[in-house]
């Protein structure tokens, strides 16, 4: 926990709507497979994804291995996709935000606009603006 401090200068309010399109474009390419990736910030922006290599899996919520995870302090945190029109955090999903990363994305089918929420490593949802 403490690689992802309280610095306010790493504080995260806000995604580009590029970001939030390319997420939700690869939710519904993925589809009925999860789509994972990490989120890289700059100034409090989200404004680019990390794909991990093998990451990608039909089994649902073992997209991201712990071990796999890079230390990297431009990455705020993690985005998957959920098959169901769901975007609620699993048991799985909450025990791994806990260990990994400060803001999560979750997408959900069928995955417009609308249907993606942000989390905390509580899994209490998050207000994210969606900035041009
Ligand atoms: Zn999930």
Redesign the pocket.
């Known amino acids: 926990m403490s690689l992802f401090g309280k610095d306010p200068r790493n504080e995260v309010r806000a995604i580009r709507r590029k970001t939030l399109n390319m997420i939700l474009e690869s939710s519904r390419s993925s589809f009925p497979n999860e789509f994972g990736a990490l989120l890289r910030s700059k100034e409090g922006v989200i404004h680019e994804l990390v794909l991990l290599p093998g990451t990608i899996s039909g089994s649902r919520?073992a997209i991201f291995q712990l071990h796999m995870m890079p230390i990297d302090f431009s990455i705020v945190g993690t985005v998957?996709s959920?098959p169901s029109p769901n975007f609620s955090?699993?048991e799985?999903?909450l025990d791994f935000f806990r260990r990994y990363g400060r803001i999560h994305i979750?997408t959900s089918y069928p995955f417009e606009e609308v249907d993606w929420a942000a989390y905390d490593l509580n899994g209490e949802e998050m207000e994210l603006e969606v900035v041009d």
Request: glycine residues 0%.
């Open positions: 919520h998957h959920h955090p699993s799985a999903d979750v």
